[in-house]
């Protein structure tokens, strides 16, 4: 089913959405059950999520999945994430693999346990060449924690001669993003549970985004909201600075590019 026979406005679907998924541990308070059982649901929110943005045309989808201060949390709770994590990634490769989705990530996955880290790594080379979608987890993932990496990095290449200070500019920046390399620039911002925060994703990434907030808890999420939201980014318009009538996308001066959980810590 196409966004446009979904009701997705005009059916101006965005090529990348983002989402921090958040009110997990607020979904089970309200409902007298344990925080593991709401991360449990939530993980359930992820499969259907994915599935729809699949079947209404996003030709990527980052999802917020653990975020570098969420390795704060309580060691029981954060262990169960990773159990989480890891089960998405074998109960879910067949279908991931079967529709031509793409799996990559952001973040410093390095910290991640090696159950989660080995059998994300050969998901995502066993999907490197699928085409209908991008998937990217944001795993041990922060905003200002990347552009300080970037930072480094092109510290370290104009240090060894191989850039020079005045070549620096936003797309130059952009480039040593790992974003730029994965994906599409970001069109859509979702974020669940009723918080208007940003919550240190994609800093830079969400300079031209548009915004949506939802007060539905990530676990209730269903295909229903995140057409609700396509259909609100569908009336947008998006001018990247320009005049009205005058938007282009081609204003958005970034490099072109190929192609489960909780959201904060203390949040949900």
Not at 3 to 23: K, N, Q, T
Not at 74 to 80: D, G
Not at 154 to 175: H, W, Y
Request: charged share 30%.
């Amino acid at each position: 089913m196409s966004a446009r026979e979904a009701g997705a406005g005009e059916g101006r679907v965005p090529r990348h959405v983002g989402i921090i998924m958040d009110g997990n541990g607020r979904w089970a308070r309200q409902k007298g059950l344990p925080r593991e059982v709401g991360h449990e649901h939530g993980a359930d929110a992820v499969r259907r999520v994915v599935r729809a943005a699949r079947e209404l045309g996003v030709e990527a989808l980052t999802l917020f999945a653990f975020s570098s201060q969420n390795w704060d949390r309580p060691p029981q709770e954060v262990f169960h994430l990773m159990q989480l994590l890891n089960r998405y990634l074998l109960e879910e490769r067949a279908e991931i693999l079967d529709n031509q989705i793409r799996l990559t990530t952001v973040g410093d996955t390095e910290r991640l346990p090696s159950y989660v880290r080995d059998p994300m790594r050969e998901l995502i080379a066993a999907s490197a060449d699928n085409q209908k979608m991008t998937l990217c987890l944001a795993l041990s993932y922060g905003g200002r924690e990347m552009i300080t990496d970037a930072a480094r990095r092109i510290a370290r290449a104009v240090q060894a001669g191989s850039l020079r200070p005045d070549e620096i500019d936003p797309k130059t920046f952009a480039s040593y993003l790992d974003s730029s390399r994965h994906l599409p620039s970001l069109d859509l911002l979702i974020r669940t549970s009723g918080e208007h925060r940003i919550s240190n994703f994609f800093l830079w990434e969400v300079a031209y985004a548009e915004l949506f907030f939802t007060e539905v808890l990530w676990p209730d999420f269903a295909r229903e909201h995140l057409m609700e939201a396509l259909d609100d980014f569908s009336r947008r318009e998006r001018r990247f600075g320009l005049l009205p009538g005058e938007s282009d996308a081609d204003a958005l001066d970034e490099p072109p590019a190929v192609g489960i959980f909780p959201a904060q810590r203390g949040k949900g």
